[in-house]
DNA sequence: CTAACGTACAACCACATGGTTGTAGGAGAA
DNA sequence: TTCTCCTACAACCATGTGGTTGTACGTTAG
């Protein structure tokens, strides 16, 4: 199932690096506010390579990207991927709309294996 | 960051479960049409064992479901799931949408920092 | 009843993941 | 320069994941 611009693996890696509470926040606040490394680390109770390596797993599936300045990094978001990844999203979504649409559809026509489901 | 009516626990297993293109196959064909677990395995180059593991992770997931006919297991999606899962992503879409608009927003306006990002 | 089918589950393996600590290097600050 | 800060990365550990095979059990078909 290849769903738009994205390939399999580009939805795996995605799809992976939202499948954590840590990342999440990481995404949800570089959105809002851009930060370096160190500076994301001191929110979670976790070591500042520990937060690295979320950083890497989101930067691998381009949702984020880091830019330097100075000494530091400064972490912020891939908006054309974030787009890329809600049109992915939204993909799915509409998969699933249609078949609800059928559903309804089916459930007004066809009057075998009814009831349930 | 809490977004809808999922914790962030099941926001974690939905992800995770899409996380795997075998999966998210299972997914787009059970919502074609309803397939016992044998029936599903067939379609893919692994055991029956490995077909029924990733059933139990989208099931864990609550994106599918299975019903007994007969001696088979009948995989379905769960529509309200599917539904709640669909919103999940929305929300994370929204975010985004609203980042992107407040930047266009910002870029019109703010004068420092602009050019890059 | 008996044989075959569909399922469930345990044991096992290789490998990835999420965490740790420690070491090293580059860039600013003093 | 020298010290300090931020980052990068390697090594290590425990646990989870995705796959395998084998065994057992309920259900349907002959």
Known sequence: ????ELSEADADSIFHA?????????????????ESVSALAQHY????AAVQ????VLERASLIAKRRRGREQIVHPDMAAL????RLLDAYEEVWRHRVA?????LAED???KAEL
């Open 83 to 86: 787009r890329r990844a809600a």
């Open 53 to 56: 390596k979320h950083v890497a």
């Open 102 to 106: 059928r559903i309804e559809q089916i």
């Open 1 to 4: 199932m290849v769903v738009g």
């Open 45 to 48: 109770p976790m070591s500042f």
């Open 111 to 113: 009057q075998e294996g």
């Open 18 to 34: 939202l499948a954590d509470a840590t990342r999440r926040d990481i995404i949800a606040r570089v959105i809002r506010k851009e």
